[in-house]
């Protein structure tokens, strides 16, 4: 990545658009994948145009979630680069102002019986309205002496919680006991020996006990869990990194976090794909690198929706060539990762990849799909890869060495 | 690299030859690329018989310069094995007996008026019958105790210089301003604290004082700028790397260095790849590895000129049957980057590479080009991949394990 840093020039006419469907890769039900089945002019004239290839999110036969796997679209190494759930959910929630040293962590709602004992470790999945009304007085009523706490409000009986405080550490187990007829743990440091941890663990063990006190008539959810503790280190951000000058068009919040974690801007990107690439036009003058995130396929993939996933990218092809109008210098469109609507999941299998540039060499591929990828000029590689791809595309890398 | 330095065998019989087409890698300008688009029927036969791939100099989106480029096809890590302008640049004019210590730079002629303020930075761009005479008085003229001075001139107004004496570092900074209307620079240790590096600075700063001095009245040459200085480290051999006794036989100076770098014997290649050819069969007995060096390829790819570049590929075709007459175990014929001639430049496109040998695993390609090479049974490797690949190839490697 040094060399990145020194041969990346910042030419703010060269830019690149990052177009990510979310689960973009499928396995065929018959007759080829979601991506080949779709009927996609505008796509397949870039691959005509361009070139393909397939990336591997993390390594050959690792399934990613969407975290490390945006990590690595954004040029981090996703091995390296670990971001801890609790950070992830903080972000997934759209607390994005998380400073150095925050502790960040995820909260279930439970049900306790009279002993203390946990009996539903999602209290019955109680209605996000409800939850969201205990976070509220969780904010309202918890009061921890020179630390800050930060709760919000996710999906049913999820939440997530971040403490601001002086010499915290996130080294802390969980409290959460993983199975019913057990009371709630104590979260205690990995190591007793760093004082940051011990006081990190009685900070977030007065937070529960606290928390306890305050829900006790709220049965079912009349108490908490806590797992995936982990302190916030900010990465260099892609500006450092690669200078660009990168915004991030995204509908759901887990997505803008990841992106503002790299450092980049979040613009407003409203509630359709159609809407997001009017942000798109609208802010082409004040960036260089756009993330424009979709995220159905992924949806429907995890639905077992082929139909569905098909659907949208047809429905996303012909925006493609409002993008081209704008006159980008390099244009590249994948997915996170593989979700086949055939495994209701995310998968292992590479991700096909288009990048289309001036600059591309074109290959025999005509169409984008998986089968067409497989055989396209850029061959297979790794996700982390992409960025000096696109900026080379672009034609914003410096020669290396004389 | 240790793994290969135990299980390579030193047989002198089973001969590889490296056939380097400089800049080899292009662009389509209609119709297909350079490659794709010359008659070459004898390198046609190689890849039907062999087995082809694209290689990447130094990593996915990187524009190599020469040296890189070279370093990794000879199987060295260009993104370790770091070798620093000024020294590139005393191999470059031919000063091959570099010493372990010995202190490179970059000079420039400038034109200096009255006030010592840089007027020119290229002097006029003095012709190199001048600026050879230039350099013959320096040489002549210089005096520091306890140091050598080796100047030597290069094209126009550039030439070279190498101080050998005890105890000097090349952590140095330029004297060129970069600019006109400032006087030169003193150059200065990048960190004061090493002895090294302050006597080094004392010494350049000497020469150059000397320099103007001696220079004065050789307007508009009448003054000098150096840069990119650097010492001297040798590499580890090839010879020690990989058990062979290799041998470059290549016409320009530039690459005939960076393969004496390397531990290769430096013969004299003549004027003409035909004059190469020559040599290689004259050579053939006392070596085992060859290192070939065509040229042109990448100068008319500089050149913007697609034709030259597809009629270079043509002329040298027919030599290929009489690198095969001479029995090689295995021959590789790639390019150190790519320059295609669309883009004026060094590009980082992938090179194409063709390997043949009786053990190659046969693919489906039938002709070298490009998009052969990217469906090819090689697939996509780093370029300093290739030396093991060949010592495979060429059945110079031992088992590994048991």
Known sequence: MNILKELAQPLRDKKIVLLVFDGLGGLSEGKGT??????TPNLDRLATTGTLGLIHPIGCGITPGSGPAHLALFGYD????????????????GFHDLRHG??????????????????????????????SQLVEKLNQNVKIAGVEVFVRPEKEHRAA?????????GELTDSDPQVTGKAPLEVEPHDTAFDAAKKAA???????????????????????????????????????LFNIKPAAIATYPMY???????????????QTVEEEIDRLEKAWNDFDFFYVHVKKTDSYGEDGNFDAKVHILEEVDPLVSRIEALGPACIAVTGDHSTPSRMKAHSFHPVPL?????????????????????RGGLGQFDSKELMPLMLAHAGRLQKFGA
């Open 34 to 39: 979601e991506l080949e089945t779709a009927r």
């Open 161 to 169: 919680v971040v403490f601001r405080g002086k010499g915290l550490s």
């Open 78 to 93: 996703p091995r390296e680069t670990i971001v801890g759930r609790g950070i992830l959910s903080a972000l997934g929630v």
């Open 256 to 270: 803008r976090g990841v992106a503002k974690l790299c450092g980049m801007e979040i613009l407003d990107a409203g």
């Open 102 to 131: 925050d502790i960040a962590g995820r909260i279930n709602f439970c049900t306790l019986d009279g002993d203390g004992i946990v009996t539903d470790r999602r209290a019955g999945r109680v209605a996000t309205e409800i939850s």
């Open 354 to 374: 288009l990048v289309w540039s001036e600059l591309a060499r074109v290959d025999e591929c005509t169409a984008f799909g998986e089968s067409q990828c497989a």
């Open 202 to 240: 009685k900070v977030v063990n007065d937070f529960i006990a606290q928390a306890f006190e305050i829900l006790k008539d709220d049965h079912p959810a009349n108490g908490i869990l806590v797992r995936g503790l982990d302190a916030f280190h900010p990465l260099p951000s892609m500006s450092e």
